[in-house]
């Protein structure tokens, strides 16, 4: 009977094991759509969506705001905000997000007016990852180990059923029949986590402020060194001016120090000596 529980704790962490299925990956080029936004929906799979954007950093606060709103109206029963955050980085730098949880039936055009949202204030998508996870299969292993852990149960409460079991198989079997009762717990708190990334869909929204280039060719190529041209110049006259700030009122004092000396040392020098001398007389 121990052979039997542990052989069917076995078959219950397999069938709980995530079988994860990576549907789509994709960077977005251009400004546009990229290839994986328009994963359709299979039943049974909970789908994870996640977008990336780059916008001008002056913008990223009200494009932020706009995907709140949107989230906003379709009401919370189809719509939830789980998480923001909004960093200022150096210089005029901005880093964001925004997650929610949604009708997985609205989850996919909610990305696609993501997007549009973020084209319409100047930015692009750059990355976008959909992924998959099959947890209805994942449900039907759970369910068909949980089962196995029935028939065994049922099995014990026949044994202790019986009047000729010894009391110390008795206990064991009590033992026994303790640890099915916890794996079919297990399943079944397993089976409801699966149920519910099936009712909600996650989807996350990163910002990333910088300077957008659409397309690709000589003029992007050229677009990206002026731009970090410009921030590696901002970068040195940044570290100039802290330079100058820093060791600017030391050298001022050397400066007047040395003028001073110059204008007065050969005089202090001269009195000292002709004093000196008229001490020595």
């Known amino acids: 009977m121990r052979r039997i529980s542990t052989v069917l704790c076995a078959c219950l962490m397999l069938a709980a094991c995530s079988k994860a299925v990576e549907e789509e990956s994709s960077n977005a080029d251009t400004g546009r759509s990229g290839p994986g936004v328009d994963v359709t929906a299979a039943p049974g799979v909970a789908f994870d969506y996640r977008y990336a954007f780059r916008l001008p950093p002056t913008r990223i606060a009200s494009a932020q705001e706009a995907h709140a709103q949107a989230c906003e109206k379709l009401g919370v029963t189809r719509c939830r905000i789980t998480g923001m955050r909004y960093t200022l980085t150096r210089g005029d730098g901005v880093e964001a997000m925004l997650a929610f949880k949604l009708d997985p039936t609205l989850a996919r055009a909610f990305g696609r007016q993501g997007i549009a949202a973020i084209e319409a204030a100047d930015g692009m998508l750059i990355d976008a990852a959909i992924t998959g996870t099959d947890a209805a299969a994942q449900i039907a292993g759970i369910e068909q180990a949980d089962t196995a852990l029935a028939e065994a149960r049922a099995k014990i409460d026949r044994e202790l059923a019986r009047k000729d079991v010894p009391d110390n198989a008795r206990a064991e079997l009590a033992r026994q029949r303790g640890d099915l009762d916890a794996l079919r717990r297990e399943a079944q708190r397993q089976t409801q986590e699966q149920r519910a990334t099936l009712a909600s869909t996650p989807v996350t929204f990163t910002y990333h402020s910088g300077t957008v280039v659409r397309g690709f060719g000589a003029y992007a190529v050229l677009a990206e060194a002026a731009d970090m041209a410009g921030t590696s110049a901002q970068w040195t006259l940044a570290v100039l001016l802290g330079a ?18 110059r204008r007065w040392g ?10 000196g001398s008229a001490g020595a007389d």
């Open 244 to 261: 100058i700030a820093l060791l600017g009122p030391p050298a001022l004092a050397l400066l007047l120090a040395l003028l001073a000396w």
């Open 266 to 275: 050969e005089a202090a020098r001269g009195w000292w000596r002709t004093t």
